[in-house]
């Protein structure tokens, strides 16, 4: 009688609790839905660079420096993110095909990173019904240790495992085992999503059609090799980068790049009131470059979303969309006008044609 009596409190309790998680987790998806709406607004400003200033933006970074200047060269190409361009690595690129293959991309990355902290919590469960069944075992507390075999979902939530350790009072010993089996396990479970059905493939790139981009790859290419390092563009070439003393041939930072392109915008505001005003409540920025390609995909292919989409690497057409100019008039221009020449060559056109004397 007192096994049955026990059974029912557990389960009457496991269902309480349950139903508490359950509008905890409404109100967490509720909130995030709000700031995913408040981020895709914010996200909407255009940043992109002007179309009769793409040649002038990389005379800027040709004055600054040829390392800066290249990659530019390829994030205008190939819409590449500042952090592809800056980790281009030799492995990635196949010269007999011509042709980059991005197999760690932030599409790929952020995939990896997601699935494995699922399958790790979904992984915890069974451990954590376990940890605190038998702590609650040890203590007579025979109610609580038949609710730790109904807490915990298969989505890996266990907000209620939490709830019942804290009443146990071992919260922290709880979140400190869950922490530590996490730890031991991430890298085996990553692995294993590395042949994952769903796994994101690689962005492969074509370069036989962009004639100065492609010069820059094979020397680089060539380059990387003679120095003994993974990465086409390394801190060693920026004699002001403090990464460029002491440390090799590593990859040029984040804060260096924007930096740069903030010296750029500067540069080119400061050679006439024209340019400033062209620049004016206009973002310039780590992604503008790759805005900047994009919208030129959409234009040669008339506005379709779809194939704009697949070929900058987005996960949906709602990611591209956001690419695109802020104002409605300058969308429609992009859908109507779209492109039949290589754009590359009319840039470099315009940049050796008006070779530009910059002021820093």
């Not at 399958?119 to 069974?126: F, G, N, R, S």
């Not at 007579?140 to 075999?149: K, N, P």
């Not at 505001?269 to 959409?298: D, I, P, W, Y």
């Amino acid at each position: 009688m007192d096994n049955i009596l026990s059974y029912e409190i557990a389960k009457a309790q496991a269902q309480d609790i349950k139903i508490l998680q359950k509008k905890e987790f409404e109100a967490a998806k509720s909130k995030k839905n709000s700031n995913s709406a408040n981020n895709s607004k914010c996200s909407m400003a255009s940043d992109s660079i002007p179309e009769n200033l793409k040649g002038m933006y990389l005379g800027a970074m040709r004055n600054i420096h040829k390392c800066y200047f290249e990659m530019s060269v390829l994030c205008l190409a190939f819409g590449l993110r500042n952090i592809e361009a800056r980790e281009l690595k030799i492995q990635e690129i196949d010269l007999s095909e011509q042709s980059i293959l991005l197999s760690d991309s932030k599409q790929i990355r952020s995939f990896l990173t997601k699935s494995t902290n699922l399958a790790l919590k979904i992984a915890w469960i069974p451990h954590g019904q376990a940890l605190l069944h038998d702590i609650a075992i040890e203590r007579g507390d025979h109610a609580r240790a038949g609710a730790a075999d109904y807490l915990g979902d298969k989505d890996g939530n266990d907000h209620g495992l939490e709830n019942l350790a804290v009443k146990l009072g071992v919260l922290e010993q709880y979140q400190m085992k869950r922490e530590s089996f996490q730890n031991a396990n991430y890298y085996e479970f990553k692995t294993k999503m590395l042949s994952h059905k769903d796994l994101p493939k690689g962005r492969k790139i074509l370069f036989s059609k962009f004639p100065h981009a492609r010069e820059i790859i094979k020397k680089r290419y060539q380059k990387a090799l003679e120095n003994g390092t993974e990465y086409l563009f390394t801190s060693s070439e920026l004699t002001h980068s403090n990464r460029a003393v002491g440390s090799g041939f590593i990859c040029i930072s984040r804060q260096s790049f924007y930096r740069t392109v903030m010296k750029a915008r500067k540069m080119i505001e400061n050679s006439g009131k024209k340019f400033k005003k062209m620049l004016n409540k206009r973002r310039l920025g780590l992604h503008s470059c790759r805005k900047t390609a994009l919208q030129r995909e959409v234009r040669a292919n008339g506005g379709d979303l779809n194939r704009a989409s697949l070929w900058i690497g987005h996960g949906s057409t709602a990611m591209t969309s956001q690419y695109l100019e802020k104002s409605e008039k300058t969308r429609e221009s992009l859908y109507a006008n779209p492109l039949s020449f290589d754009e590359e060559e009319a840039v470099f056109d315009e940049m050796e044609k008006m070779n530009y004397q910059f002021n820093a």
